[in-house]
């Protein structure tokens, strides 16, 4: 069973408020609670005053569906911090070398969804989730691994040909560009000596 609450149009920056949310997303409530307690950040005691509905949301369902939930079995599945509106008063603060700037109060709003099934495990690996390499394919040791570009791929070595032995039309392959080759060769010194003279 899931339960949401949110609170809206807290003091406070939606980023200060985040850096409270991402202590307790996915653990206990208990510990969630004891966490925000003994935090110095001023958004620790809207937030669990925010969490605290939560939890009198879920036992206010669970009662409405006849169901009985231990609420220390609560976890914190979801936990956000939206941007709320920005106040800008006309007052101005003073700054520097006379200068004035603008007062800016700014609100946001948190959304704490609480849930008591079973939290997946982080340590086992879902399927489609994660490095999709085959083991076979990666380095086993570092020497193996050096031979790597910058792309990440290995180089691998020259294949040699190797053709059977009694092939007729490979020797006249090989033969031919042989052949090619000295031609060139011998058009080369053409030219040099022509060059010379």
Known sequence: ????????YLRGSAQKARLVVDLIRGKDVNKALAMLQYSSKRAADLIAKCLRSAIANANERAEKANVAIDPDDLWVKTAFVDRGPTKN????????????YREQRHFCHVTILLSNDAKPDPKVKQKGVGDSTPIAAKPATLTESKGR??????????????????????????EEQAGSKAKAATKRAAKKKASKQ
């Open 1 to 8: 069973m899931e339960a949401i609450a949110s609170a809206k």
């Open 149 to 174: 570009k910058r792309g990440g791929a290995a180089a691998a070595p020259r294949a040699k040909r190797t053709l059977p032995k009694g092939n007729a039309s490979a020797k006249a392959a090989d």
């Open 89 to 100: 008063r006309r007052r101005v603060r003073p700054a520097p070398q006379g200068r004035a």
